[in-house]
C-alpha cells in the first residue's frame, strides 16, 4: 500500500467524527467511497501543491505567507488564494480570513486598528492595508562597513531608530548582545533584497509605504498623515482627537514647537495659511520635483514620506550637513519596502541639497566631504563678483564638490516721530496718517487692476492724483504737521523702493507682493552682515582687485578676461555684478546679451539709497526714546523729505552706541556732491534739532557710503521702473546656453532689493550649474 494511501485512511478517520468524537454509523461500501473521493482529492492537492500569485507580473512563483497567523496557515504550501503586497510578500487566505471574519481570533485585533485608522486617516482601511501596517516584518541593514547586508527581523521585533543605528548581523535584539559563534555577516543575503532595486519591482508594490514615527509628525499634525506619507496608526499622527472644533483650528493656526527649531522658521504650509516663503506644500509635489522624479507622478506617497522626513531632520538642526547615514535609520516602516526607501532617500536628499532646500547657508564641510556624488564634480566655475549671490553661489558649489552663530537682536515696533525742535508727535496723529498713507497705496491697487504696462504712470503722479482727489471729494484738511507726517510715511516708501517715487512704476512697485513672504519678527544682526560674508567666503577661492572686462561664451570653453589681461577659461561662468554694471555694459559679452535679456535689464532701475553710520562717546538719545530700538525724523518740509527720516541704535546692548540713518529719494541728490564731512554736518544738525533738550556730543567715529560712486557698484538695488513689469527679474535670471548664468537680487523676482534675495538667487543658481 503507498504512503498516499495510508495519509488517506487517516484522513478519512478523523474526517468521520461527530462532534462529541463518536464514530459515525456507516456501511463498509460508503467508507470504501469516500476514501476514493478523498484520494482523488489529495491527489489533485498535490498537483497544486504551489499556487501563484495571481497578481500579473508578480514573479514569486512560490509565495510564502509571512503573517503567520491563522492556525490553519498555509505557510509555503498550498491556500485557494494569495494576497499579493509585493513581489516577495504575501499572505495565506486563511490569515486573511483569520483577521477579516467576525468568529476568528484576529478579528478584534484588526476591528481596534481599523477605528484608529479611520480616526487618523484617510485612505480605506483594507485588510492589505492591515497587514502592511501591522503584520509585515521589518528589514533591517548591518551597520558593518564591511557588510551592509540586509536581515529580516522576526515578527515580534519592533524596529527603532536606535536599532537601526547598531544594528549587526546576529545581533539578539533582546539584550542588544551578539550571538556567539560563526560569522553572521557571512551568512547569505535574503534573494528578495537584490529584487528591490530592480525599477519593476516598486511599480508592484500594491500600497505605498507609511512611516512610523517620522520626526516630522508634529510639524504636520494638522494633516491626514497617510496623505503626507505616514501612518495613521502611530500615536506620533494622532489628528487632535476629542478636541472640540475651536481648539482644533486654534493648533493648526499655531506654529509646531520643536525642540532645536525656531518657531519661525518652518518647512512647511499648514493648512489654510497665507503663503511663507521658502515652504512646501507636504502633501503635493512641486513641479520640479515632477520633473526630477516622474515615476512619483501617479502615487507620489513615498516620495511625500521621504521628503517630508528630510526636511524636517535639517529644519531641526540646520548648522550641521545632513548626509545620507544621519537619515537612513529614522526611516521605520514594515516590509522590503524599506530597502527602496533607504535606497530612495539618498537620490532624494542629492536633489534637495542641489536645489537649495537643505544643505545650504554656513556650513562647515570637510574638504573629502562633499554633499553630492563624485558624478557632479567634474565641472569648473568661474564666478564674477563676491557679493552675497556671487559668495553664496561659491559657498554652496563648494560643499558640492564643484571646483571653485550669529546674534540677532528682535527689533521691536515701537518708532517716535520726532519734530524738528525735539517735540515728539501724538502716536493718534501718526496712526492716523498712516491710515491715510496705507489707503492711498490700496487705491493704487485698484487702479492698476485693469492696466496694462503702455497704460502705466509713475507711483509718485499716481499717489499725488489720488490725494489730491481726496482732498476734494472730502473737504478734509490735514494740519502743517499732519501734512509733514505724511512726508515722513512717503520717505519710507522711497526707502522701500530705492528710489524718488516719480520714476517708479504704479502698476509694478510691489510686485513681489504676490509671492510669499518671510514670516517671523524683523531682527537686526549684531555683529553685522560682514560675519556672514566673511564665513560664507571660507575656503573659497576668491580673487580680489581683478575686474572682469569681457566674457567670450563663443567656444567650447567660456573665456574671462580681466582688466590685467589674464584670460581665465572654466565650463560655466556665473555673473554676479549688480544691475547697474549689466546696464552700463560694464562687461562686454561675446556674442552679445540677447535682445531679451538687455530689454529685461534695462526695464528695472538701478536705485540709490546712502547710509551714515555715528559712534558717539554715550548714548545721548536713551532718556528721550525710551529703550525703543529706532526713532523717526519728522522732515520740516517736501523739499527735505528723505534726509536722515529714521535713525536705527545699532547697539541695543549699549556697548559701543551707534546710530545709522537712511538717505533716501531726492535727497540722495542733495549729498551726492557733498564731502563725508559736510554729509556728517548736515545729519548732526538734524540731530541736534531733535534732541535740542540737551546737548549731543560730536561722534568719535562715523562713516558714510558711496555706492552710487563705488565703481564696482554704482547702486543699492533694484525697482520696477514706469512702464516695466516684475517678469524683468525672471529674464534677467534666464542662463544663456547652459553656460552663462545670472546671480543677484535683481535676478530674484520674489525677494529682490535684499541681501536675503542675493543669497537665495546664488544658491538657485547652484543648483542649476550643479545640474547641467
Same mark, same amino acid.
Given at each position: 500500500?503507498?504512503?498516499?494511501?495510508?495519509?488517506?485512511?487517516?484522513?478519512?478517520?478523523?474526517?468521520?467524527?461527530?462532534?462529541?468524537?463518536?464514530?459515525?454509523?456507516?456501511?463498509?461500501?460508503?467508507?470504501?467511497?469516500?476514501?476514493?473521493?478523498?484520494?482523488?482529492?489529495?491527489?489533485?492537492?498535490?498537483?497544486? @501543491?504551489?499556487?501563484?500569485?495571481?497578481?500579473?507580473?508578480?514573479?514569486?512563483?512560490?509565495?510564502?505567507?509571512?503573517?503567520?497567523?491563522?492556525?490553519?496557515?498555509?505557510?509555503?504550501?498550498?491556500?485557494?488564494?494569495?494576497?499579493?503586497?509585493?513581489?516577495?510578500?504575501?499572505?495565506?487566505?486563511?490569515?486573511?480570513?483569520?483577521?477579516?471574519?467576525?468568529?476568528?481570533?484576529?478579528?478584534?485585533?484588526?476591528?481596534?486598528? @481599523?477605528?484608529?485608522?479611520?480616526?487618523?486617516g484617510k485612505s480605506e482601511p483594507s485588510p492589505k492595508a492591515f497587514m502592511a501596517d501591522q503584520q509585515l516584518p521589518y528589514w533591517v541593514q548591518c551597520t558593518k562597513p564591511e557588510c551592509g547586508k540586509w536581515r529580516q527581523l522576526t515578527k515580534e521585533i519592533q524596529l527603532t531608530s536606535q536599532i537601526a543605528k547598531t544594528y549587526r548581523c546576529g545581533m539578539k535584539l533582546n539584550n542588544s548582545t551578539k550571538i556567539e559563534g560563526s560569522d553572521q555577516c557571512s551568512m547569505p543575503e535574503d534573494l528578495r533584497v537584490a529584487e528591490v532595486s530592480d525599477h519593476w519591482w516598486y511599480s508592484m508594490l500594491i500600497l505605498p509605504p507609511l512611516l512610523k514615527d517620522s520626526v516630522a509628525a508634529p510639524l504636520l499634525s494638522a494633516y491626514y498623515p497617510d496623505c503626507v506619507g505616514m501612518s495613521p496608526s502611530c500615536t506620533s499622527t494622532n489628528r487632535l482627537l476629542g478636541e472640540s472644533n475651536a481648539v482644533k483650528l486654534e493648533h493648526i493656526k499655531s506654529t509646531p514647537n520643536i525642540a532645536g527649531m525656531n518657531r519661525y522658521f518652518q518647512p512647511f504650509y499648514q493648512p489654510n495659511e497665507c503663503g511663507k516663503a521658502l515652504c512646501v506644500r507636504p502633501d503635493v509635489m512641486e513641479l520640479d520635483e515632477l520633473y526630477e522624479f516622474p515615476e512619483y507622478s501617479r502615487d507620489p506617497t513615498m516620495y511625500l514620506a521621504l521628503r517630508n522626513l528630510i526636511l524636517s531632520l535639517w529644519y531641526t538642526n540646520c548648522k550641521e550637513a545632513l548626509t545620507s547615514h544621519k537619515c537612513t535609520h529614522r526611516i521605520i516602516v514594515r516590509g522590503l519596502v524599506r530597502i527602496r526607501c533607504v535606497q530612495e532617500m539618498e537620490r532624494i536628499l542629492y536633489f534637495m541639497a542641489r536645489k537649495g532646500l537643505i544643505n545650504t547657508g554656513i556650513l562647515s564641510v570637510s574638504p573629502d566631504q562633499h554633499l553630492l556624488p563624485k558624478e557632479y564634480h567634474n565641472k569648473s566655475v568661474i564666478i564674477v563678483g563676491a557679493g552675497p549671490a556671487g559668495l553664496a553661489a561659491a559657498r554652496q558649489l563648494h560643499n558640492f564638490g564643484i571646483k571653485l552663530g550669529i546674534k540677532m537682536h528682535k527689533l521691536g515696533e515701537r518708532c517716535d516721530l520726532i519734530q524738528e525742535g525735539g517735540r515728539i508727535t501724538d502716536p493718534t496723529i501718526d496712526k492716523r496718517m498712516d491710515f491715510h498713507f496705507n489707503a492711498i497705496l490700496d487705491v493704487v491697487s485698484e487702479w492698476r487692476k485693469d492696466k496694462t504696462q503702455h497704460q502705466d504712470v509713475t507711483l509718485g503722479e499716481k499717489i499725488q492724483e489720488i490725494y489730491k482727489a481726496f482732498i476734494q471729494e472730502s473737504g478734509i484738511q490735514f494740519s502743517d504737521l499732519e501734512e509733514k507726517v505724511l512726508q515722513f510715511h512717503l520717505s519710507n516708501l522711497e526707502y522701500a523702493c530705492g528710489s524718488d517715487l516719480h520714476q517708479v512704476s504704479a502698476r509694478s512697485w510691489d510686485?513681489?507682493?504676490?509671492?510669499? !513672504?518671510?514670516?517671523?519678527?524683523?531682527?537686526?544682526?549684531?555683529?553685522?552682515?560682514?560675519?556672514?560674508?566673511?564665513?560664507?567666503?571660507?575656503?573659497?577661492?576668491?580673487?580680489?582687485?581683478?575686474?572682469?572686462?569681457?566674457?567670450?561664451?563663443?567656444g567650447e570653453e567660456v573665456q574671462v578676461t580681466t582688466a590685467d589681461g589674464t584670460v581665465w577659461t572654466a565650463q560655466k561662468v556665473l555673473v554676479t555684478?549688480?544691475?547697474?554694471?549689466?546696464?552700463?555694459?560694464?562687461?562686454?559679452?561675446?556674442?552679445?546679451?540677447?535682445?531679451?535679456?538687455? @530689454?529685461?535689464?534695462?526695464?528695472?532701475?538701478?536705485?540709490?539709497?546712502? @547710509?551714515?553710520?555715528?559712534?558717539?562717546?554715550?548714548?545721548?538719545?536713551?532718556?528721550?526714546?525710551?529703550?525703543?530700538?529706532?526713532?523717526?525724523?519728522?522732515?520740516?518740509?517736501?523739499?527735505?523729505?528723505?534726509?536722515?527720516?529714521?535713525?536705527?541704535?545699532?547697539?541695543?546692548?549699549?556697548?559701543?552706541?551707534?546710530?545709522?540713518?537712511?538717505?533716501?529719494?531726492?535727497?540722495?541728490?542733495?549729498?551726492?556732491?557733498?564731502?563725508?564731512?559736510?554729509?556728517?554736518?548736515?545729519?548732526?544738525?538734524?540731530?541736534?534739532?531733535?534732541?535740542?533738550? !540737551?546737548?549731543?556730543?560730536?561722534?568719535?567715529?562715523?562713516?558714510v557710503t558711496r555706492w552710487n560712486k563705488d565703481p564696482w557698484i554704482q547702486m543699492a538695488y533694484s525697482f520696477v521702473k514706469t512702464g516695466g513689469s516684475g517678469e524683468a527679474y525672471d529674464v534677467i535670471a534666464e542662463d544663456i546656453q547652459g553656460t552663462i548664468f545670472f546671480a543677484g537680487e535683481a535676478t530674484n523676482r520674489h525677494f529682490p532689493q535684499t541681501v536675503t534675495g542675493a543669497y537665495l538667487s546664488g544658491v538657485r543658481e547652484a543648483s542649476k550649474i550643479a545640474a547641467f
Open positions: 500500500m503507498s504512503t498516499g494511501r495510508v495519509r488517506t485512511k487517516k484522513k478519512s478517520s478523523s474526517l468521520d467524527q461527530s462532534p462529541d468524537n463518536l464514530p459515525l454509523r456507516s456501511s463498509g461500501r460508503q467508507v470504501k467511497k469516500k476514501a476514493a473521493e478523498v484520494a482523488e482529492e489529495e491527489e489533485d492537492a498535490s498537483e497544486k @501543491k504551489y499556487r501563484k500569485c495571481e497578481k500579473a507580473g508578480c514573479t514569486a512563483t512560490c509565495p510564502v505567507c509571512f503573517a503567520s497567523a491563522a492556525e490553519r496557515c498555509a505557510k509555503n504550501g498550498y491556500t485557494s488564494r494569495w494576497y499579493h503586497l509585493s513581489c516577495g510578500e504575501h499572505f495565506c487566505n486563511e490569515c486573511f480570513d483569520h483577521y477579516y471574519r467576525s468568529h476568528k481570533d484576529g478579528y478584534e485585533k484588526y476591528t481596534a486598528w @481599523k477605528r484608529i485608522w479611520t480616526s487618523n510686485h513681489n507682493e504676490f509671492f510669499a !513672504q518671510f514670516a517671523g519678527d524683523h531682527t537686526l544682526l549684531t555683529p553685522g552682515y560682514s560675519t556672514i560674508i566673511d564665513k560664507l567666503a571660507e575656503g573659497v577661492d576668491i580673487r580680489l582687485k581683478l575686474p572682469v572686462h569681457s566674457i567670450d561664451y563663443s555684478v549688480p544691475l547697474a554694471l549689466l546696464q552700463k555694459n560694464a562687461i562686454q559679452f561675446n556674442p552679445p546679451l540677447p535682445e531679451r535679456k538687455m @530689454k529685461a535689464i534695462n526695464s528695472l532701475g538701478a536705485g540709490v539709497i546712502e @547710509k551714515v553710520a555715528l559712534q558717539f562717546p554715550y548714548r545721548f538719545w536713551d532718556s528721550k526714546i525710551q529703550g525703543a530700538d529706532f526713532f523717526g525724523h519728522v522732515p520740516p518740509s517736501s523739499s527735505k523729505r528723505g534726509l536722515f527720516s529714521v535713525f536705527y541704535d545699532m547697539d541695543p546692548q549699549g556697548k559701543y552706541s551707534v546710530l545709522m540713518s537712511v538717505v533716501t529719494g531726492d535727497a540722495v541728490t542733495t549729498i551726492k556732491n557733498l564731502d563725508d564731512k559736510q554729509v556728517l554736518q548736515l545729519c548732526m544738525t538734524v540731530l541736534r534739532e531733535l534732541f535740542k533738550e !540737551q546737548e549731543v556730543p560730536d561722534p568719535v567715529k562715523y562713516f
